[in-house]
């Protein structure tokens, strides 16, 4: 009998309140004996774009080890995961302040009614290099003509590396048709977990697309830890100069809408992240 047939496995969707909606994600509460061949096998069975694992629990000071793996190699961090564990906890447990030590660092996390508020590890941004513009335009037949110059590419990180990429329309960014081998080798080749795609519809109001090919998945209906990533980018370009709250709708062009707050301060160099979180009905 598999990991997959013995071990329990949830099924949340996080970043909205509508289980056809938002990011899919794999919860297992009790993984403490698996090993990293069992999770990645669970994970690309389950084939959402990650699933996490609880490895190691202190529930008396609701502090829990989280690993992440998506179908095809363990992140360091998963936004939209560790918003659906918290969930999960939280639901058996009761409202509260979580920890979850992760690959990135430890991420303090608040529940309460159905939803959760992550707080990533300080985040960090910085220019994107020609060559790394050049190939990641060229996997996505997109020209330079595409981009906002307002909102320049960056390599922004808050627990993984995120290529930072705006568009001028959000016709452009509807429109995505990339060439997965070639968007896939350059991220390989540069260390990035997604390319973050955006589009500003007002000040701080953005929509984004996610693509994923390392992980094995096109596209990623809702990327807490790209969202958390573009929290620190902004605030690296100087349009933070307060508490400022971010709008991120994500998944739209997917059928999958989902929903992403962004809290930004400029003297702190952490970013916190809410979404809801609810339960997949399982057949």
Known sequence: MTALNTVGVLRYSAFTTDPSGGNPA???????TLG???MLSIAARIGYSETAFVTARDDAARRYRLRYFSPRAEVAFCGHATVA????LAE??????????TRAGAVPVATGSGGATL???????????????????????????DLDPALPAHVAFAGNDHLVLATRTRERLAALDYDF?????VMRRHGWTTVHLVWREGAF???????FPVGGVVEDPATGAAAAAFGGYLRSLGLVTGPTRVRIRQGEDMGRPSDLLVEV???????RVTGQAVRIPQE
């Open 26 to 32: 794999g919860v297992v509460l009790d993984a403490e």
């Open 36 to 38: 990293d061949d069992e």
């Open 85 to 88: 564990t918290a969930v999960a």
């Open 92 to 101: 058996r447990a009761g409202d509260g302040e979580l920890v979850f030590d």
């Open 119 to 145: 707080t990533s590890v300080p985040a960090r941004s910085r220019p994107a290099d020609r060559t790394q513009i050049e190939q990641t335009l060229d996997a996505l037949r997109w020209a330079e003509g």
């Open 181 to 185: 081998a070639a968007l896939e080798a």
């Open 205 to 211: 109001d953005f929509h984004a697309r996610d693509p």
């Open 265 to 271: 301060s400029a003297d702190d160099p952490r970013v």
